[in-house]
């Protein structure tokens, strides 16, 4: 779908549990920016190692526990959500959009679908 809100068409759709591979490069940049600003936690992430972590989400992904939310632009993902879900109880554990896409509602969306 074209918007001309993020400047070039982009796809929303959830993850297969085989295609969470594709997240790692994403949940690394996650944890080396929390690891350069987190005060109190800095030098602790990943908390698990990252085949874990990625086997997790497949995990839950695959069982309906979790949902992993991506957005792709021109075949390749640009941001990522999941968040897992217990009765009315939802939980974000990752969000990440691409830095040239941030700003312009993308991780909004992805959050609320």
């Given amino acids: 779908m074209a918007d001309d809100d993020y400047g070039c068409e982009?796809?929303?759709?959830?993850l297969t549990p085989d295609e969470v591979p594709?997240?790692?490069?994403?949940?690394?940049?996650?944890?080396r920016h929390h690891n350069k600003v987190a005060e109190?936690?800095?030098?602790?992430?990943?908390?698990l190692p990252m085949e874990q972590q990625l086997e997790d989400i497949a995990k839950y992904v695959g069982k309906n526990e979790a949902r992993g939310e991506a957005?792709?632009?021109n075949g390749r993902i640009v941001g990522f959500c999941e968040a897992s879900f217990t009765d009315n109880l939802g939980e974000i554990g990752y969000?990440?959009?691409e830095k040239?896409?941030?700003?312009k509602g993308l991780g909004e969306r992805l959050?609320?679908?």
């Fill in 40 to 47: 109190s936690f800095a030098g602790v992430y990943p908390v």
């Fill in 22 to 31: 594709l997240i790692q490069p994403f949940i690394e940049g996650l944890a």
């Fill in 95 to 97: 969000l990440y959009i």
């Fill in 10 to 14: 982009i796809e929303f759709r959830n």
């Fill in 100 to 103: 040239s896409l941030r700003g």
């Fill in 71 to 73: 957005a792709f632009a």
């Fill in 111 to 113: 959050a609320e679908s």
